[in-house]
């Protein structure tokens, strides 16, 4: 019998916001791409897909975003390890 459900929005349990910015900046530098927090807030809350490809968009940089945002999350884990 389920007795309960948990839903999380970004800060509510974690806020990992900071994290996941930090590690998208991180990879965009590798890419060549100086990306400053504030570069992702207009994306915030859209999805990952539009938060790291909207940054790309803004600096007129293609990236496959798969792979980039793979990229991302594994610079993330360490960050938050």
Same mark, same amino acid.
């Given at each position: 019998? /389920?007795?309960?459900?948990?839903?999380?929005?970004?800060?509510?349990?974690?806020?990992?916001?900071? *994290? &996941?910015?930090?590690? +998208?900046?991180?990879?965009?530098?590798?890419?060549?791409? /100086?990306?400053?927090?504030?570069?992702?807030?207009?994306?915030?809350?859209?999805?990952?897909?539009? *938060? &790291?490809?909207?940054? +790309?968009?803004?600096?007129?940089?293609?990236?496959?975003?798969?792979?980039?945002?793979?990229?991302?999350?594994?610079?993330?884990?360490?960050?938050?390890?």
């Amino acid at each position: 019998m /389920i007795r309960g459900v948990l839903f999380d929005m970004d800060g509510v349990l974690v806020d990992s916001e900071s *994290y &996941i910015c930090s590690a +998208a900046i991180m990879m965009f530098k590798e890419i060549g791409v /100086i990306a400053l927090p504030e570069d992702f807030k207009p994306f915030t809350g859209m999805g990952e897909n539009r *938060y &790291i490809g909207g940054v +790309a968009e803004k600096h007129c940089v293609q990236v496959n975003i798969d792979k980039v945002k793979a990229r991302t999350y594994e610079l993330y884990e360490k960050l938050v390890a």
